[in-house]
């Protein structure tokens, strides 16, 4: 796991310091962060924040739907997604 460890290490460097050419959409970051957070602490915890918290709404249900993924499932796909869209940059 410590090969997949540093390439998810790598991948979550590369989205957090993202510029030029290299800047996920509004709905990829929804979905980088959801996988990070599954990766990082499980499953969801704590209240669904309320209707007019949209952001942190958005971010507790992208979360939300990863439940059961295991650590290194979200790990796997963190890293397949952000190959993916260095792929299609070129």
């Known amino acids: 796991m410590s090969d997949l460890n540093s390439r998810f290490q790598a991948a ?10 290299f800047r996920p959409s509004n ?3 929804l ?8 990766a990082t602490e499980g499953d969801v915890h704590g209240k669904k924040p ?8 958005a971010k ?13 499932e ?3 796909q963190y890293v397949a997604e952000v190959e993916k869209l ?3 940059l070129g």
Do not use: H, I, N, P
């Open 12 to 21: 979550v460097q590369l989205v957090r310091t993202a510029e030029g050419d």
């Open 60 to 72: 507790w249900e992208a979360w939300s739907a990863l439940r059961g993924t295991s650590a290194e």
């Open 50 to 57: 309320g209707a007019f918290d949209f952001v942190g709404k």
């Open 86 to 88: 260095r792929a299609e």
């Open 74 to 76: 979200a790990m796997r």
């Open 31 to 38: 979905r980088f962060y959801a996988l990070y957070k599954q």
């Open 27 to 29: 709905e990829m970051k």
